[in-house]
Each structure stands twice: as C-alpha cells, then as structure tokens.
C-alpha cells in the first residue's frame, strides 16, 4: 500500500478502535489463500482472465470461496441458520 510502518501503525489502531465502538460487536476477517488478492473480492479478475486458462478457474475457485464463507457467516449471525460444513 506504499505506507510508512509509522502510517500502516496508525491504520491498524484506527481500524482496531472503529471495531471496539461497534455497539452489537465485530468481527475482524483475514481470508488467505494462494493467488487471492484484494481484487478478488469482486469479478475482475474472472472477467479479465484468458478463456481457457487455469486463470478462470484460479479467479472462479477464490470467488466460490468467498461467496461460500460470506453466506456462512451471514447466515449464522444474522440468519441464526446452523453452518453447513
């Protein structure tokens, strides 16, 4: 992100007293996998991969993921639903 230690210090602090204030709580998630960027989160890198290449299916694999623990999570606290595994 091309920051200081200094600035990237006072990110974290910042991020860290904005989920202490939250009144019903918070959670704070690092997803990590191989080949996952900050893009993934979205359709870019699907739409921008090669057809045919194990670009779409690396893009499409990390999307699936995303979306499977996004349901999950949102499912278990503000749905209550019990996980599926």
Not at 13 to 19: M, T
Not at 73 to 84: A, D, N, Q, S
Request: glycine letters at 6%.
């Amino acid at each position: 992100m091309r920051e200081t230690r200094e600035q990237w210090q006072k990110y974290l602090e910042r991020k860290r007293q904005e989920l202490e204030s939250c009144k019903g709580g918070s959670y704070r998630v690092v997803l990590s996998r191989p080949g996952m960027v900050h893009a993934s989160f979205g359709d870019e890198p699907l739409l921008t991969a090669a057809q045919q290449s194990t670009e779409v299916s690396d893009a499409l694999s990390i999307l699936l993921l995303i979306e499977r623990i996004n349901r999950a999570f949102l499912g278990k606290y503000l749905k209550r639903e019990t996980p599926v595994r």
